[in-house]
Nanobody, 121 residues
Framework: QVQLVESGGGLVQTGGSLRLSCTVSGRTFRNYHMGWFRQAPGKEREFVAA????????SYADSVKGRFTISRNNAKNTVYLQMNSLKPEDTAVYYCNAVDNIATTRPLWSWGQGTQVTVSS
C-alpha cells in the first residue's frame, strides 16, 4: 500500500519562501514520474508541477513558472517543491502524487494528507 507523507508547509508572508517535501513508501519511487498539486478552499484540486522519474524533465503550471522548482532525490524516495516569491493566491493544501507523465499529469495513487501553505498579504 502506497503512503505519501507531505511536510514543510506553514504560514509565510507575501514574497517569502517555503520548501515542501513528500516522502513515498510502499512503491519503487524511482520508477514513477511525480507531481505536486494544490487545493484552495472552495476550489478544485489543480496541478502545480511535475518531474520525470529521472529528474531530467519538469513541467509547471503557468501560475507558478519562474517561482516554484520541483526536484527529487530517488535515494531518499522524496520529491521537493521549492516555492519562492509566494503570493496570497498560492494559499492551499499541497499534495504530491505519482503522475502518468509530466504532460498530462494524471494522478495515479490515493492522496495523502497534504500540507497547508498559507501566504499572508
Amino acid at each position: 500500500q502506497v503512503q505519501l507523507v507531505e511536510s514543510g508547509g506553514g504560514l509565510v508572508q507575501t514574497g517569502g519562501s517555503l520548501r515542501l517535501s513528500c516522502t513515498v513508501s510502499g512503491r519503487t519511487f524511482r520508477n514513477y514520474h511525480m507531481g505536486w498539486f494544490r487545493q484552495a478552499p472552495g476550489k478544485e484540486r489543480e496541478f502545480v508541477a511535475a518531474i520525470s522519474w529521472s529528474g531530467d524533465s519538469t513541467s509547471y503550471a503557468d501560475s507558478v513558472k519562474g517561482r516554484f522548482t520541483i526536484s527529487r532525490n530517488n535515494a531518499k524516495n522524496t520529491v521537493y517543491l521549492q516555492m519562492n516569491s509566494l503570493k496570497p493566491e498560492d494559499t492551499a493544501v499541497y499534495y504530491c502524487n505519482a503522475v502518468d507523465n509530466i504532460a498530462t499529469t494524471r494522478p495515479l495513487w490515493s492522496w495523502g494528507q497534504g500540507t497547508q501553505v498559507t501566504v499572508s498579504s
